[in-house]
């Protein structure tokens, strides 16, 4: 055992550091600090600038446009992606629907579709939950029927993340009403152009405007956009939501809020002394670091393990401890970045578009403290919620 | 003790929440919200004919002599539907100063207009580097001939956008933190030299920031003695704290009753969600949280006009503290166990976990409260030696 970096992997990441430092544009920096994201075109942008450098799939098999890193060295990148901050890209392309069309897609797709995602020239949304079918996805009752060389597809999908930037979205489908709930599933790749799409954006609490509704009415669908085989789309959903160890924790993510907490804990005053010098305080960000730390080292044995066996692309118990505690810390720094705040917190000055122009009131770091602590309430519940990790982690490792 | 409500106290509730029925509800409340003022004017109005701005007032000052638990009640009723007029800013802030630091002449001249809800007050106290450090006060008044002149700069002032006068704090003399030399004064929001900028707070309530430009006020401007100012707004403020209590306690029980709703309602796996048992213990560590909070808060109003401002402030920190935790606990795990919807602004329950996080940053987070109530000494008193 040697728990520490190679020099190797020391070099690479001061690569990695260096290439961010120098090529991630400006603006989007500014904003990601600021707690925000990209609009479409910064991200866009910023997407093409990996891809130039060949670090936009680098966890994709070599024929597909992956660089062949080890799981180490891809997670060395991502945790210095999101400490440094960059923006991820788009994680419905790059780690969902690629990985499922060069596992299982037909040549053609592959052809037509992975460079494109690389790039970002596709924009892709996942339609996999509905009002009637959320931790029970299984449950779900869109139709797809076949009618010649096309599906018929009439239903709805909901909390669509991004589908107002949509250029494609992948959708499970129903396709057999006869069979188990399982076995009645298909995967389809539908053009958000198709006629009869409609888009519906759905406001979240903190004010963003990042999740829709999608309504299919009649929706043809060449059969050519069929993923793999029919009804076997439920294994190819269990593919694509287990295969994710490495960035469901967001370590990273974490560490730079963190950061960002002590940095701006250290210009907040509270009774005359900047907050970073109340006790109180410094004991709670050491808590959240504590756990942070643990966390990494389980990840850390995560990749390492990976790295022996080759990854086998099965849904990991280990991802369901990786996302309770990821959520849970991601959520606590969120937490106490509103907490430095204090009182400035309160504003809503958040740009929804409605357009907040005007100069903050109090500090300018304050405007997403409070929307952010709002916003990540969803990394309890998406993916798989935290009670059904739990479920699992119940079943599959307790075996109880 | 009598934890019964007497039969005036029962009638108050019963047409404060028949009124309440018809005029809030989702819809309703999300036009209000929409409205630039952001609340009703009509519902205010049916308010103040009810008697409840009168209400903690002298008789013989115009009011109907209420005391801090009913209060209370108003407040609870209030946080159930997540009501948008300015109550709290006018009646229990601003009435306050009026109630505990005016002279006679004063009172006379406010109370009367508090009651029939034409005038609209609100406290503008806190700076930019105070957080929530009740002594820092860098505004300054100067004495000039018969009165005085202010400067400074006042921020987050409740409903300071819709005030028609503005208390505001400023010191006499001292450094910024102490304790002495502050004094309360009352300016006109349209007087010359105040600016006043509103905006919205996160969860659709309305502040503003306050600049004071050698605003002139007269001596009848002053509320309670000169240079011991501090005193007066630690005592408003803590009894404005419980009031606030009083809302999150209606904010949660309302936020629960949703919640649990939701669980019988909203099936999954082919059964009504709440069958599952740890949603079950969720929804009653929430039940727990909130009648936990009921409690304590029920504690801080009947210390809340104490003349013992150590024990009032014990009181009133624990409260704050304890409603803080409690209501982040009741609106995470609301979100929680609603899922999706619970992230929407198409949905109550987002609502109310917004109010109870600004409530809970409101004079001071459960952090600030429970080092404050630990400096002060704890609650319990040490066995007699
Ligand atoms: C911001 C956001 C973005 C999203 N983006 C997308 C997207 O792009 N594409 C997409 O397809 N979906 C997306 N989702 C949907 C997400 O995956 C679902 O919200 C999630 O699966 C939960 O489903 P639900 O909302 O219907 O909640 P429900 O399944 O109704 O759950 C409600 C509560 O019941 C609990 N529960 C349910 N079953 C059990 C059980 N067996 N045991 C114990 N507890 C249980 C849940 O944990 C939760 O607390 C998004 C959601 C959010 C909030």
Redesign the interface.
Known sequence: MDLRFTDDEIAFRDEVRQFFAENLPNDIHAKMLDGEYPDKDGLVAWTRILNSKGWAVPHWPEEHGGIGWGPMKQYIFLEELQKYPCPQPLAFGVNMVGPVIYTFGNEAQKKQFLPRIANLDDWWCQGF?EP?A???LA?LKTRAVRDGDHYVVNGQK??TTLAQYADWIFCLVRTDTQAKKQEGISFLLIDMNTPGIEVRP????D?GRE?NEVFFTDVRVPVANLVGEENKGWDYAKFLLGNERTNIARIGVSKQKIARIRELAAK?????RP?LEDP??RE?IASVEIELKALEMTQLRVVAADAKRGNTGKPDPASSILKIKGSQIQQATTHLLM?VM????????HDTGEGWN?PP??PDYAAHA??G??NY??V???GG???IQ?NIIAKAVLGL | MDFDFTEEQSMLKDALDRLLANEYGFEKRNTYLKAPEGWSPAVWNHIAEMGLCALPFAEEDGGLGGGTEDIMIVMESLGRVLALEPYFATVVLGGGFVREGGNAAQRAELVPKIADGSLKLAFAHTERNARYDLSHVETTAKKDGDGYVLNGAKSLALGGDAADKIFVSARLSGGIRDVDGVAVFLVDADAPGVTGRGYRLQDGTHAAEVTLENVRVAAQALFGEAGKGHALIAKVTDQAIAALCAEAVGAMSALHDLTVEYLKTRKQFGVEIGKFQVLQHAAVDMFVATEQARSITMYATMMADSDDAGERSRAVSAAKAEVGRGARLVGENAIQLHGGVGMTMEFAAGHYFKRLTMIDILFGDSDHHLSKLAEMGGLFETAAA
């Not at chain 1, 759905?202 to 609490?205: G, R, S």
């Not at chain 1, 907040?268 to 005359?272: C, D, W």
């Not at chain 1, 204090?342 to 000055?349: I, K, N, S, T, V």
């Open positions: 939950s009637g959320g931790s029970d449950s909901t909390w759905i406001v979240t609490i004010g999740i907040e005053m509270s009774r005359g907050l109180r305080f709670k907490e204090g009182p400035y917190a309160m504003p809503f000055q005007e009131v109090g409070a929307p602590y709002f309430r969803k309890s519940i998406y919620s935290n009670e739990k």
